[in-house]
């Protein structure tokens, strides 16, 4: 989205991004290289990239291929798609994050009864009980 809105064209802009991501994420900037490599020796750049959103299997990579081709297809504004599709990818992860910090709650609460309830027990009650013991083995010796 970056690259497309400073003004290279979608392949340069592919291109850079897969130099970019090189050290992080050498698979995907290969799949990128692969595809410009493919609309460089004259296949159509909606197919290259077809291609190459079936070789990863991600459905996201899929998705965005679909709006490229799209936008493409009908003339709109490509950094407009790409803003768009970029948008609904963090909200997809923002809600991903916040569902997994829920399970999180649940996924605690049985260490916490386990482990953290009985040793709170134990050092709340702990003296209150050494007390009352001690008033009934008192008690009992005095009535004996």
Excluded at 130 to 141: C, D, Q, R, Y
């Amino acid at each position: 989205m970056v690259s497309v809105e400073a003004g290279l064209a979608l392949d340069a802009g592919l291109q850079r991004v897969s130099e970019e991501m090189h050290a992080v994420h050498k698979e995907l900037s290969e799949e990128m290289q692969i595809a410009t490599l493919e609309t460089q020796m004259g296949v159509p750049r909606a197919e290259a990239l077809e291609n190459m959103a079936r070789r990863t299997g991600v459905s996201e990579m899929q998705a965005l291929i679909a709006v490229i081709t799209q936008a493409e297809r009908f003339g709109t504004s490509v950094a407009k798609a790409l803003r768009i599709q970029a948008e609904t990818l963090r909200n997809k992860r923002r809600l991903k994050a916040e569902e997994r910090a829920q399970k999180t709650a649940v996924k605690l609460m049985l260490p916490l009864i386990l482990f953290i309830f009985p040793s709170i027990f134990v050092v709340l009650v702990g003296p209150a009980g050494l007390k009352i013991a001690k008033i009934f083995s008192a008690g009992g010796a005095l009535s004996g």
